[in-house]
Nanobody, 123 residues
Framework: QVQLVESGGGLVQAGGSLSLSCAAS????????MGWYRQAPGKQRELVAT???????NYADSVKGRFTISRDGAKNTVWLQMNSLKPEDTAVYYC?????????????????WGQGTQVTVSS
């Protein structure tokens, strides 16, 4: 059973930094693209950043230059370093991963989500 476990959220003042991590485990053959999304109260979930298995990254315009996504393929872990945080970054942050696993008969690829971690930036 594939699971994504996140950690690292919390409360920080505007201008501060936080780092999030997400580890995938459980019957994994390969972790493909990984990413971070966020959902603020009353808003739809939105993309923050993604990273492919080869290390190519993509960022939302709102976080470019402030957030950095990285991963360790051997540990199936992805991080999000968030600097110069703003109150509008306040949201629940979710880890996302495309995972290929052995179902016993064939290899299947499915998308998984973490449980979410709260990030609150005070002004």
């Amino acid at each position: 059973q594939v699971q994504l476990v996140e950690s690292g959220g919390g409360l920080v003042q505007a201008g501060g930094s936080l780092s999030l991590s997400c580890a995938a485990s459980g019957g994994i053959f390969k972790v493909n693209a990984m990413g971070w999304y966020r959902q603020a109260p009353g808003k739809q979930r939105e993309l923050v950043a993604t990273i492919t298995s080869s290390g190519s990254t993509n960022y939302a315009d709102s976080v470019k230059g402030r957030f950095t996504i990285s991963r360790d393929g051997a540990k199936n872990t992805v991080w999000l370093q968030m600097n110069s945080l703003k109150p509008e970054d306040t949201a629940v942050y979710y880890c996302d991963a495309s995972v290929t696993y052995d179902s016993g008969a064939v290899y299947l690829t499915e998308n998984y989500w973490g449980q979410g971690t709260q990030v609150t930036v005070s002004s």
